[in-house]
């Protein structure tokens, strides 16, 4: 009797630490998941406010008026907001000192980021030359009106002579006639000479060097 109590006792004393052990076992799974899941949250926690601070999310900055200003002026101003800036281009303005800012990009007020690059425009101070396009005598008044205007000149007042109605003879600059491809200030003002539409009246001339042969008067 004393044996069969025995084991009877061992077996449940078997499951009792067997049971022990997987409460031991679970529980440390448990602990290292909840340690793995903190040290994730933090790892993203730190990488966002990491990203935060280097591209300073929803910092902005008003980009200054530079316009008009020289190029040294203008980058002090654009400096000292926290911003660069490069020369991106050369254009001729009538308006404005040679050397000043005609043009910026992104346009004053507009919001950037610290340490963001400025385009500015500077005004050439060069009246920039311009080609005449082949219209004389190869091209109608219509066409040669938008052939020029495109082409960055000015026209004055129409001159008709003699000839097909509204076909261009001439281009005139300054009062002379100008060959197509001469190069002239752009904005130039230019007179196109066309035809009124009269006939052309044409004289033939009698050739005085013929020679006449004597047998003809025997």
């Not at 080609?131 to 007042?157: C, H, M, Q």
């Amino acid at each position: 009797m004393h044996y069969l109590c025995a084991q009877l006792r061992f077996p449940l004393y078997n499951m009792s630490k067997d049971t022990g052990k997987k409460k031991r076992t679970i529980g440390w799974i448990l602990l290292n998941l909840l340690i793995m899941i903190v040290l994730a949250v933090l790892l993203v926690l730190i990488t966002f406010n990491r990203i935060k601070s280097y591209t300073r999310h929803g910092e902005y900055i008003s980009v200054p008026d530079v316009h008009g200003m020289f190029e040294e002026e203008a980058g002090k101003t654009l400096a000292a907001a926290g911003l660069k800036y490069e020369v991106l281009d050369y254009k001729y303005d009538n308006m404005m000192v040679e050397g000043g800012v005609i043009e910026q990009k992104p346009k004053a007020g507009s919001f950037v980021k610290d340490g963001r690059k400025i385009y500015l425009t500077l005004n050439s101070g060069k009246v920039p030359m311009r080609a005449v396009p082949d219209i004389a005598d190869n091209s109608s008044l219509r066409a040669a009106e938008s052939r020029l205007s495109a082409a960055g000149f000015k026209l004055g007042k129409t001159v008709f002579i003699d000839g097909d109605l509204d076909w261009v003879y001439e281009i005139r600059y300054q009062g002379a006639v100008i060959e197509a491809g001469t190069e002239i200030p752009e904005g130039s003002l230019l007179t196109i000479v066309a035809g009124n539409g009269n006939p052309v009246e044409r004289i033939e001339e009698v050739d005085s060097t013929a020679v006449i042969d004597s047998d003809f008067f025997e």
